[in-house]
C-alpha cells in the first residue's frame, strides 16, 4: 500500500521544480486570489479546517445519490463523478473516495464515486496526501505530450495533477478554468454529477463570485446535483460593516436562488448536453443551523455578530 509518506512529499516537490510546470509557489504568493490563503496555511489559520468528516455530507450524501432516472439497471456498477472546488484538505474527499469501496459505506454498493478536489495552495494537497496514505494519492508528470491527451483526466496546461485511488487531486487557482485559451472550464477537467461546495463559494471574494458560479454551473451535467453550504453573517443591531467582512463572506438564500436559478437568454430548444446554459434548475434548502450557538469558539471569534446561519442547499440542474 503504497509509497513512504516522505517520498510522495519529495515527489511533489520535485514536480514544482519540472521546467514543464509553469505553475510553482511563487505563484501562490505572486497570485493575488491564492496570496492570502497561502499566508494561512503556512501559518496553519485553518480554522475551516474540520477534523472530522462533515456530518452534513454523511447526511445528505444519499440524497444527493439518489437517482430518480427510471433506466438505471441498480446492478450495475455505477461510476459517478464529484467535484470539491477549494478542497484544502478536507477529510471530506477521503469519505467520498472510500465510501464506494467500504463494506460500512452508507452508499449504495453500486455507485463507485471519483472525487476530484481543486486546491490552490501547494501545502493543503501535500498534508491531505500525507494524512490519507491508503489513498495513494501521487504525481502526474505533466509533458507536452499527456496534456493533449484526451484521455487524461484534464487537460490543462496550469494545473498539476495528483492521481490516487478514485481521487484526483487538481493543484492551481480555480479562475484559470476560465482563463485557458480556446478552452470551456468542462472541456478542462470534465464535466460532473455532483459538486460539494463547502465554504468554498463563501471563500471567494464577493466581486468574483459571478465568475465562481458561471465555472461551477458549467461544470455540472444536466441533472447533476450540488450540495452547497454557505455562512450568512446577521446583526441584529444593523451593525452593516459586520456582515460585510469575511472570508467567509455572507451568502443569503436570495443570493443562492439568483444564482442558480436558470440562465437568461438560454434556449429552450437547445438540448444539447454540452450546452452551459442551465435551462431548469431546482433550489431548496435542506437545513439552517446557528453557529454561534452550536460551536461556542465561534461566538469569540465573531463577536459583532448576532447569528452565523450556516445554510444547506441542494441545487439540481434538470436541464
Ligand atoms: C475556507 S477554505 C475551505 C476548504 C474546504 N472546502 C473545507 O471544507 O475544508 C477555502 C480553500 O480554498 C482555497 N482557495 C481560495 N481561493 C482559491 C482559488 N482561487 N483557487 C484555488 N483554491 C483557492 C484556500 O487555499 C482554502 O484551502
Same mark, same amino acid.
Not at 469519505?95 to 472525487?115: D, G, I, R, T
Not at 495528483?162 to 464535466?191: H, M, P, Q, W
Given at each position: ?13 520535485? #514536480? ?14 505572486? #497570485? ?40 438505471? #439497471? ?11 472546488? +477549494? ?37 493543503? +494537497? ?81 466581486? +468574483? ?45 436570495? #443570493? ?64
Amino acid at each position: 500500500m503504497g509509497e513512504d509518506v516522505n517520498t510522495i512529499s519529495n515527489n511533489i516537490s520535485s #514536480n514544482n521544480n519540472n521546467t514543464n510546470n509553469k505553475d510553482d509557489d511563487n505563484c501562490e504568493t505572486s #497570485n493575488e486570489n491564492l496570496k492570502p490563503w497561502y499566508q494561512r496555511w503556512d501559518s496553519q489559520r485553518i480554522g475551516f479546517h474540520l477534523k472530522d468528516v462533515n456530518p452534513i455530507i454523511v447526511k445528505y450524501l444519499p440524497e444527493l445519490l439518489k437517482t430518480t432516472s427510471t433506466t438505471c #439497471n441498480c446492478k450495475q456498477i455505477q461510476h459517478r463523478r464529484i467535484f470539491v472546488p +477549494l478542497c484544502g484538505k478536507a477529510i471530506d474527499m477521503a469519505y467520498l473516495a472510500s465510501s464506494s469501496s467500504s463494506s460500512s459505506s452508507s452508499l449504495s454498493p453500486s455507485v463507485q464515486l471519483e472525487v476530484v478536489g481543486l486546491e490552490g495552495i501547494r501545502v493543503a +494537497l501535500e498534508e491531505f496526501i500525507q494524512e490519507h496514505p491508503n489513498l495513494n494519492i501521487k504525481p502526474i508528470i505533466t509533458t507536452n505530450n499527456n496534456a493533449n491527451d484526451e484521455n487524461s483526466t484534464h487537460r490543462s496546461k496550469k494545473l498539476e495533477q495528483f492521481v490516487g485511488d478514485n481521487i484526483t487531486l487538481l493543484k492551481g487557482d480555480y479562475f484559470d478554468l476560465l482563463e485557458e485559451e480556446d478552452s470551456s472550464s468542462a472541456s478542462i477537467i470534465g464535466r460532473f454529477d455532483y459538486i460539494y461546495d463547502r465554504g468554498s463559494m463563501v471563500a471567494i471574494e464577493p466581486q +468574483l463570485r459571478t465568475s465562481y458560479v458561471k465555472i461551477l454551473k458549467s461544470l455540472l451535467k444536466p441533472g447533476g446535483k450540488i450540495i452547497l453550504v454557505t455562512l450568512e453573517r446577521i446583526s441584529t443591531s444593523n451593525n452593516i460593516e459586520a456582515t460585510k467582512k469575511g472570508p467567509p463572506y455572507s451568502i443569503d438564500e436570495n #443570493n443562492v436562488r439568483e444564482m442558480f436559478s436558470c440562465d437568461e437568454h438560454n434556449n429552450n430548444n437547445d438540448n444539447n448536453d454540452n450546452n452551459d446554459n442551465w435551462i431548469e434548475s431546482s433550489i431548496t434548502l435542506l437545513e439552517e443551523t446557528d453557529q454561534l450557538v452550536l460551536v461556542p469558539e465561534d461566538k469569540l471569534r465573531y463577536p459583532d455578530l448576532d447569528q452565523l446561519l450556516e445554510a444547506v442547499y441542494l441545487i439540481q440542474r434538470k436541464k
